[in-house]
């Protein structure tokens, strides 16, 4: 542990998770401007001197387990720490042992039994079947006469984004399927899902805003590298309807898509921890995490500068391949944008930026998990 990185006057501290990780890096960027009285730690047993370079100020938590990590967060009572729920697993090993949370460890996070429900699809898609605001669901067994003209899609219960889904045109494909994944009505491309956001105590929605994929890699639907803030009033009100109905607390994203047929806005999935584009919403005024954290201290929430048209671009390695395409009529995108912010570089300054982008070049781990999205059986 570096004591020399840990002082008094920054007693609260966000557990933020893997240096590599592009939501850390993201949220440590703004936050540390935004918020600068608020501390980091990140949990590893100790940092590497890269992570100090892209980290400056943030201390080494070790957390191995969930164990760990409180008694890491109990040995430091001069802090309040406040967790950041960036992977699912880890959130359901933390629910299991709250019972024995020390006191400055702050989460705002659901039920045991309601996070079970959520982060299942089939439960989800089971929960909200009779309701209308999921799409229908289906079996291996099913019938030609009842598949769905437009196909089914079928992922894993639990599993990481995009990894594991296939799409189905008819019954045949269907007996590869694990016994176990879900099989939900295939409503359009993918490209066109629209995130809702949500930060909830008890059932009360008290954040919420937008977004929709602008772009995607590839463009018939993968990873999201471009999106922009959108309000549906539609997905709005049956995104509280769901969240109340899980009593939920703490940070959830539902994804919509809308029915081919009637057009309505259906919740393919909820995604029960930090997502990807977190640094849209905190960039765009709403302040998701930002009203996250101040729950979990019990302070007031700041108001901030809404920014409608605010837009969320990944510009290495996806914009550069965008402008690529067509480099002569988007060389233009090269160029910083107005109400624009940027995957792994805003507020990080360019020798911050190039030295994450750089350290993921040659991070195996990270290339496994892109190509398991990309490149996955359709």
Known sequence: MDKTKENDSQNVVLILGPSDDRRCFDLFNWFRKKQPQWGFALT????????RLLYPGAFALPAASAQQLLQSVASRPQFTFV????????????LSIKPHWPQNFKALLPAFEDFETARDKYSFTTRFQATGHVPAMFDKSVSASDFPAGGVVSK????????????????ATLAKVPDEDVIQEKLGDGRSVTGAFFCCTGGRVVAHHQHRRLRTYPSTGGVSVSAGIV???????????????LHWEGLAMLEFLPHPVTGEQLAI???TRLWGSCLLGEFAGYGIVETYVCLCLGIPVPENKI????????????????????????????FPEKNTAYISATGAGVFRASLFILNNVFNARKWRILFQKVFRKK
Do not use: T
């Not at 894993?156 to 019954?171: L, Q």
């Not at 390695?317 to 965008?322: K, N, S, T, V």
């Open 156 to 171: 894993p219960r639990r599993g990481r984004g995009a990894i594991g889904m296939r799409f189905h045109d008819d019954v």
């Open 269 to 271: 999935e909820c995604n």
């Open 44 to 51: 590893k047993s100790r940092l590497s001197i890269p992570e």
């Open 231 to 245: 309000h549906l009033p539609g997905i709005a009100a049956r995104g509280e309807a769901i969240m109340k109905a």
């Open 307 to 334: 920014k409608e048209n605010a837009r969320l671009v990944w510009y290495v390695p996806y914009q550069l391949l965008y402008v690529l395409q067509h480099p002569f009529k988007r060389f233009g995108s090269l």
């Open 83 to 94: 967790y950041l729920p960036f992977f699912e697993d880890d959130i359901a090993a933390l």
